[in-house]
């Protein structure tokens, strides 16, 4: 399954975002697909999870309370609502998928990354 995300642009702090992650064929129930992100000089860090089967989430200590996660099956997308948006948030966001519990923070338990999509938060 090939993974595309969207969403990105520039914003303000405190504005919101919503980012998608389309698959290119619906994913298993026992898949789980995850949202990372990769500031420049630094390591791809986890953001959120979701699975695919029964919706459950898992999220980064930074992202909880103001990132939500979430899925809709009729269009094999995977959704990153993201409010109160800090510059500290400023990176490229790709999507991961693996098969497995999405409670994993580990950056080579996903793969098929897409292309990311760049979100710039302005202070």
């Known amino acids: 399954v090939q993974l595309q995300a969207s969403g990105g642009g520039l914003v303000q702090a405190g504005d919101s975002l919503r980012l998608s992650c389309a698959a290119s064929?619906?994913?298993?129930?026992?898949?789980?697909m995850g949202w990372f992100r990769q500031a420049p000089g630094k390591e791809r860090e986890f953001v959120a999870s979701?699975?695919?089967?029964?919706?459950?989430?898992y999220y980064s200590d930074s992202s909880k309370g103001r990132f939500s996660i979430s899925k809709t099956k009729a269009e094999n997308t995977v959704y990153l609502q993201m409010n109160s948006l800090k510059p500290e948030d400023t990176a490229v966001y790709y999507c991961?998928?693996?098969?497995?519990?999405?409670?994993?923070?580990?950056?080579?338990?996903?793969?098929?990354w897409g292309q990311g999509t760049q979100v710039t938060v302005s202070s």
């Open positions: 991961g998928i693996r098969v497995g519990s999405p409670r994993t923070s580990y950056v080579y338990d996903y793969g098929n």
């Open positions: 064929s619906r994913p298993f129930s026992s898949h789980a």
């Open positions: 979701i699975s695919w089967g029964d919706s459950r989430t």
